[in-house]
C-alpha cells in the first residue's frame, strides 16, 4: 500500500518571503500522479498543483511550484512571495495511474502561517 | 465552486442514529468519490463510484453504506453511529474515474456531530 509522509506539522513564513513543505512517499509503482492541496479555514479542498511521475519537468502554477525527486520519491511544495491568503493546511496527496480504484491516498498535512 | 454540491451542510445527531448525506457531482462526471476528514484518522479514502457501479472501497465502515443513482447523484449511509464517526465528510467528482482523470473535484463537505 501507498504511503504519504508530511513530517512539518506547522510552517511559518513572513509576507513575500519564500517556504518549502516538505513530502515524501513510499510506492513500488512507476506510473502515478502527486498533488498538492490546500485546504484553508472554510474546509474546500483546493487543488494546487499537479506531478505527473513520468514527467521529469518540475510542475509550475505561477506561485507555486514542486521539486520532484523520483528516485528519492520526494515531492515538496514551493511557494514565493508569499501572501496571506496562502495561509492555510496543505496537503500532498498520491494517485496510482494504473490500479487502485483512482482513489487519493492522504499526507497528514502541514498547517501553514503567515505573518506580516 | 468546484460545482460539486453536497447536502446538509452540517449535521448533529446522536449515537446509534442513522443518517445520509447527499453529493451532487459536476455537470457530466461520472465518477464520485467519498473521502472521511477527521482529528484522529486525517484524510481517508471510503468508496468510489463508477457510472453507478461500485469501482474500489478504502477503509470504510461496514455501518456505513453509499450507492450512486442513475442521475448520477450518490448518498452515503451512516447508520449506528458512534462518537468516532464526527468528521467532515467529503464528496468529490471526476469526468470518467479512470487514471487520465487528472483532478478530483471537491465539495463543500458535510460537517457530521455525533452527541
Known amino acids: 500500500a501507498q504511503t504519504v509522509t508530511q513530517s512539518q506539522p506547522e510552517m511559518s513564513v513572513q509576507e513575500a518571503e519564500t517556504v518549502t513543505l516538505s513530502c515524501t512517499y513510499d510506492?513500488?509503482?512507476?506510473?502515478?500522479?502527486l498533488f498538492w492541496y490546500k485546504q484553508p479555514p472554510s474546509r474546500q479542498m483546493i487543488l494546487v498543483i499537479r506531478?505527473?511521475?513520468?514527467?521529469?519537468q518540475n510542475a509550475t502554477e505561477n506561485r507555486f511550484s514542486v521539486n520532484f525527486q523520483k528516485a528519492a520519491k520526494s515531492f515538496s511544495l514551493k511557494i514565493s512571495d508569499s501572501q496571506l491568503g496562502d495561509a492555510a493546511m496543505y496537503f500532498c496527496?498520491?494517485?496510482?495511474?494504473?490500479?487502485?480504484?483512482?482513489?487519493?491516498?492522504f499526507g497528514t498535512g502541514t498547517q501553514l502561517k503567515v505573518e506580516l | 465552486d468546484s460545482g460539486v454540491t453536497q447536502t446538509p451542510k452540517h449535521l448533529i445527531t446522536a449515537t446509534g442514529q442513522r443518517v445520509t448525506l447527499r453529493c451532487s457531482p459536476r455537470?457530466?462526471?461520472?465518477?464520485v468519490y467519498w473521502y472521511q476528514q477527521s482529528l484522529d484518522q486525517g484524510l481517508q479514502f471510503l468508496i468510489h463510484?463508477?457510472?453507478?457501479?461500485?469501482?474500489a472501497k478504502g477503509n470504510i465502515l461496514e455501518r456505513f453504506s453509499a450507492q450512486q443513482f442513475p442521475d448520477l447523484h450518490s448518498e452515503l449511509n451512516l447508520s449506528s453511529l458512534e462518537l468516532g464517526d464526527s468528521a467532515l465528510y467529503f464528496c468529490?467528482?471526476?469526468?470518467?474515474?479512470?487514471?487520465?482523470?487528472?483532478?478530483?473535484?471537491f465539495g463543500p463537505g458535510t460537517r457530521l456531530t455525533v452527541l
Open positions: 510506492t513500488s509503482e512507476s506510473d502515478y500522479y
Open positions: 506531478q505527473e511521475a513520468y514527467k521529469q
Open positions: 463510484y463508477y457510472n453507478g457501479e461500485e469501482r
Open positions: 468529490a467528482s471526476s469526468p470518467r474515474g479512470l487514471a487520465g482523470d487528472h483532478e478530483q473535484f
Open positions: 455537470s457530466g462526471d461520472l465518477s
Open positions: 496527496a498520491y494517485r496510482s495511474a494504473t490500479g487502485g480504484g483512482n482513489k487519493l491516498t
